[in-house]
């Protein structure tokens, strides 16, 4: 049988969110059934509830930072128990047999992974419906075990704001040694300097305001640069091997390619779209520099990653709020008014 649950859905550009009832897929065999503890709020969910990227569906549950309980397995689930806490973040099934997959890389596969919301079912053709609501259902492929002590609601945007910034520091190898910095103090950002610290990194922030040395070197970093200064931007030219890009809107990354390394790489993980400026290519034919992407991470990637914070203790830091209050968080998000991630205890859905 489907279950009938309550989520809160938008269901146009223009509209709030609101209290919505709507369908789950009926459990199969090597599903997991989830009730909903914490579910983080991702910049993603407020582009795609306004369809900034232009595929969004509704009506649409948003939600993709799921942390949860477990109230049912799957007569085959083995991994799984009922109590158990786990995660599930923004894919809850993929092809299973591309070459993608087949390296654990789901979520570059070549049929397209199946988003947690906005998605399409592969098997049944239901509509996926994410975590701003009271329960999921996904194949136990996906799910993922939270460690033991690791705060719940902190826990919840490591998901993907975690595995955002783990993939490419696991890429390109970062470890003790490694000079990496980090560009733009966010969600993402904020992640990528707890993790790249807690590799063994010598990690900097690029900021364009003053007043970050505080926060930042709290969260791990060991320098912050201006990047609005060419005294300072000089003085770290030719520095870091990573730079991880987190900014989320148009902006310029030429001035950050000549503060990379011979063999150096500028990866985008926040911003989706076309370039302005468009990139000069000059910087990165004489020092063989790279500009790349990088998506999410695969499921053995992100358990690496949750098991990781597990052992170090590391979470976002976040602002926990009620469901009912998702429509302000939005606005807030769009202020940066957040250190540094909004996360809902899904409890306030039954008050």
């Known amino acids: 049988m489907t279950m009938n649950v309550l989520g809160y859905a938008t269901h146009s550009p223009t509209d709030d969110l609101a209290p919505y009832r709507f369908e789950r897929r009926e459990p199969r065999t090597d599903d997991v059934v989830i009730e909903i503890l914490y579910c983080g709020v991702c910049h993603s969910d407020l582009h795609n509830a306004r369809n900034d990227w232009g595929h969004a569906v509704y009506p649409m549950v948003p939600g993709h930072e799921i942390i949860g309980r477990v109230l049912s ?8 128990k009922q109590g158990d806490h786990v995660g599930v973040g923004c894919m809850v099934d993929s092809c299973q047999h591309c070459e993608a997959c087949e390296k654990g890389h789901e979520q570059y596969c070549d049929e397209g992974s199946t988003y947690t919301y906005g998605g399409i079912d592969r098997h049944d053709r239901m509509p996926t419906y994410g975590g701003y609501s009271e329960n999921i259902v996904v194949s136990d492929k996906f799910v993922l075990k939270v460690p033991d002590g690791l705060d ?141 992407g990088s998506l999410i991470g695969g499921i053995a990637e992100t358990q690496e ?34 250190k540094y991630r909004f996360v809902i205890d899904m409890a306030s859905l039954k008050g």
């Open 305 to 338: 990653m949750l098991d990781f914070c597990g052992q170090h203790g590391i979470t976002s830091d976040i602002e926990v709020i009620k469901i009912q209050e998702i429509n302000a968080a939005y606005e807030r998000m769009l202020k940066s008014d957040v």
């Open 73 to 80: 397995v799957g007569p085959t689930v083995t991994r799984f």
């Open 152 to 292: 719940l609601a902190g826990a919840a945007p490591l998901l993907c704001a975690g595995i955002t910034t783990w993939s490419p520091l696991r890429h390109w190898k970062v470890g003790k040694g490694s000079k990496v910095a980090v560009v733009g103090l966010g969600g993402l950002g904020h992640m990528a300097l707890k993790l790249a610290n807690a590799l063994g990194a010598d990690v900097t922030l690029f900021s364009r305001s003053k007043g970050k040395e505080q926060d930042a070197g709290r969260l791990g970093a060991h320098k912050v640069v201006l990047s609005t200064e060419s005294e300072q931007m000089e003085a770290v030219k030719g520095r870091f091997d990573l730079i991880i890009d987190t900014v989320p809107y148009i902006h310029d990354v030429n001035p950050y390619l000549s503060t990379l390394s011979i063999d150096g790489t500028l990866v985008l993980v926040g911003y989706l779209g076309g370039l302005e400026p468009l990139l000069n290519t000059i910087p990165m034919i004489m020092g063989r520099k790279s500009v790349a």
